[in-house]
């Protein structure tokens, strides 16, 4: 027992710390961890103290700007299907395919503007878009050719289906004979041929017999004959007809 007050000299440090093992001196003690010795090898490879020559950077910079380059064109060619994705005017080009029933858009989210025979298109649903195929390059191959727009015509088996979708979108809820399921910018001017852009429930006549054409009809062939001609541009026509076909039809029709 320690009577308070009183000095007790402490035994000498070899006697506390007799019976213990003294750490190697190459591990010194820091608090309870031992630090583990840096091997000697380790320093056998000095780091280089010179840079690669200039030439060779450059060689390395270009090559790697070249990769970019190439990389962002093969992206940019899978995207858009090797053509651009608008054409001179504006519109969209589509790569939709004639043999399979396209998404329309939500029913009850587009809304016509007018009524009856001179109604046109929601532009947000059907702002109308193009066939890459068909440019001035190449119309008397396509559109100037007849018979042509015979081979790129979707079936009943695909239009039928994608009619009611387009009505149920358009709000119309009537015989589906009383609507033309119709291209926005037509066939005969190089129109996406399957493209839920470029098509819509087109009002048509109460009631017809035998081959008719409604007023829309005969513009679309009043400006196939004005582009195949030379009179009027490809891409003037297809614009005019999908901005607002009533003020081409009073124009051109």
Known sequence: MITPGVYVPLPPRHALTAGLEEPPASHPSVGTDALSPIPSHAYTHPMPTSRPPRGALRAC???FALALAT????????RSGGYPRTGPNGLAYSSAGAGIVQRQPAPGSCHARGSGLYSTPDPLCTPGALN???TDATIDST???????ATVRPPESITEPEKLASMAAYGEHGSASA??????VPLELGGAVNDPRNLWPEPDYASV??????????LELALKRLVCDG???LSQAQLSIAVHW????RRYG
């Open 61 to 63: 910079a270009a090559a």
């Open 179 to 184: 609507f033309e399921y119709d291209h926005l």
């Open 246 to 249: 009533v003020a081409a039809y």
């Open 132 to 134: 890459p195929a068909v």
């Open 209 to 218: 017999s035998g081959f008719y054409r409604n007023p829309k009809d005969h």
């Open 71 to 78: 990389a962002a064109c093969a992206v940019a060619g899978a």
């Open 143 to 149: 559109i100037c050719r007849p018979g042509w727009t």
């Open 231 to 233: 009179s009027l541009p």
